[in-house]
């Protein structure tokens, strides 16, 4: 993984680059753009409960994204 962080201190912008089959859980509503090479997944990690609880305490979604990045064929 590789990153570079852009607009520096405020309205930052990080873009990422990612290796083959590497993957992120970025914060919701976070994601600016992203190529196309990635499979996007969602699903509520740790359980119903502990995503409600991630929900209710935390501010966060119930629903988490992972974004993987695809094998490049050579």
């Known amino acids: 993984m590789q990153y570079e962080i852009y ?9 990422i680059h990612l290796s083959d089959r590497e993957s992120i859980q970025p914060d919701r509503r976070s994601m600016a753009y992203m190529s196309a090479n ?3 997944s969602t699903g509520i990690k740790g ?3 502990r995503g409600f609880k991630r929900t209710v305490l935390g501010g966060g979604g119930i ?8 094998a490049t064929r050579s």
């Open 7 to 15: 607009y520096k201190p405020t309205y930052s912008l990080a873009e």
């Open 38 to 40: 990635f499979k996007v």
């Open 47 to 49: 359980g119903v409960f």
């Open 63 to 70: 629903f988490l994204n992972t974004f993987v990045r695809k």
